[in-house]
């Protein structure tokens, strides 16, 4: 079935640090991807929405130059947390739909933040 | 906009015992509405679906949900549980002309007990 890897799963780093995190589609071709936190105890929050080849749409509050999507071809997302901070540790859970079958979209695993 | 609700944010339940987890949502346009379930430091997965057609759905792991369109409510339903249910469900919804853009409810612990 249709699968959605996101990486890495877990990352630690130092305060000032710019960390990648990818969302790919492994067997389908994805118009849109979205991406969402989830803060501990916490439901998750939509953060943007990533369309294949056109700028991001940020949801409310969500600083876009602190968080940079790049979604450079049909199968790949990229999220960029700029000079992380200890308040940006989270859970980030990337989502994508499917093209060709017009079905809701598919989750990633999720990526563990933390920013010492 | 479309927003849910899940009404109980805890729902602690003896193993063996019926359980329903409840869900509100709120919008203008028609919706797909989803159950999914987290277990501690992993991600979503899907417990089912409505997207069209029957109005009872059912799903993974004995679950099963009803849509209700005049209560606008997708509570969700399991007749007996048991421990390794014990997780956090989130009912989401999304919109049908929006790209699937999903947002979720706050989220409902289930606790099972022995």
């Known amino acids: 079935g249709a699968v959605v890897s996101q990486h890495p799963s877990r990352v630690i780093c130092k305060s000032g640090t710019s960390v990648k995190i990818e969302c790919r589609s492994l067997?389908?071709?994805?118009?849109?991807m979205f991406w969402y936190r989830q803060f501990p105890k916490q439901s998750l929050m939509l953060m943007a929405t990533?369309?294949?080849?056109?700028?991001?749409?940020?949801e409310q509050g969500v600083e876009k130059d602190k968080f940079l999507i790049n979604h450079a071809s049909l199968t790949l997302s990229t999220l960029t947390v700029t000079s992380a901070h200890p308040e940006d540790s989270s859970f980030y859970i990337c989502?994508?739909?499917?093209?060709?079958?017009?079905?809701?979209?598919?989750f990633g695993d999720g990526t563990r933040l933390s920013i010492l | 906009a479309q927003s849910v609700t899940q009404l109980d944010s805890q729902v602690p339940v003896f193993e063996e015992a019926p359980v329903e987890l409840r869900c509100n949502y709120s919008?203008?346009?028609?919706?797909?509405l989803f159950w999914y379930v987290q277990y501690p430091n992993q991600g979503l997965q899907l417990l089912l679906k409505?997207?069209?057609?029957?109005?009872l759905v059912k799903g993974i792991n004995g679950f099963e949900a009803e849509f209700n369109k005049s209560q606008t409510s997708f509570h969700l339903r399991k007749p007996s549980v048991h421990i390794s249910d014990t997780a956090e469900y989130f009912c989401?919804?999304?919109?049908?002309?929006?790209?699937?853009?999903?947002?979720f409810g706050a989220g409902t612990r289930l606790f099972v007990k022995a």
């Open positions: 989502s994508a739909n499917d093209r060709e079958s017009n079905q809701p979209q598919h």
């Open positions: 067997d389908f071709q994805a118009t849109t």
């Open positions: 919008s203008s346009v028609s919706v797909y």
């Open positions: 989401a919804v999304s919109d049908r002309g929006g790209g699937f853009k999903t947002i």
């Open positions: 990533s369309n294949e080849g056109s700028k991001a749409t940020y």
């Open positions: 409505y997207l069209s057609g029957s109005t």
